[in-house]
């Protein structure tokens, strides 16, 4: 049994900040299991990729449903240059926009800091706080605190 303590952030809204424009081209794959992943890379080398869950049980906790941004990775090189927030940013407008859906989230370890940084600065807020322990799929002893 794992225990995992987990922030969920949410945002309803398209381009809430001013973030700069990418740099970076970036290419989509859509996955088998109902997943995209956004990717950048430069020499051979992923600098950062990003996958959109179309629907994770995880959510269900917290009585909400809906694509949720999670495993992303930034090459320790290209940390602090904004790469994150600029591309949680460009995946939530797209999702809103184009996809049409009411609401994006975000899943970060509660004591991940630098993550939760980019994720705030791309404009999302905190929607809950979920501590629980799993086993194989399902959750236990759920504990859930909403806002900040």
Do not use: W
């Not at 917290?62 to 320790?76: A, M, V």
Request: hydrophobic share 35%; charged share 20%; aromatic share 12%.
């Amino acid at each position: 049994m794992k225990t995992i303590h987990m922030h969920v952030y949410q945002r309803d809204t398209q381009n809430v900040v001013d973030l700069p424009e990418l740099e970076y081209a970036y290419h989509v794959e859509h996955n088998i299991k109902n997943q995209t992943t956004y990717r950048i890379e430069k020499d051979g080398c992923t600098i950062h990729e990003s996958t959109v869950y179309n629907r994770l049980h995880f959510l269900g906790i917290i009585d909400k449903q809906g694509p949720t941004i999670g495993n992303c990775f930034t090459h320790n090189d290209y940390r602090g240059h904004g790469i994150y927030p600029a591309m949680l940013n460009l995946i939530t407008n797209k999702l809103l926009v184009e996809e049409k859906v009411p609401e994006v989230f975000v899943i970060v370890d509660v004591h991940n800091t630098p993550s939760i940084k980019g994720i705030e600065k791309a404009g999302f807020t905190l929607y809950a706080t979920v501590k629980t322990k799993r086993f194989l799929f399902f959750y236990l002893n759920q504990e859930v605190r909403y806002g900040a």
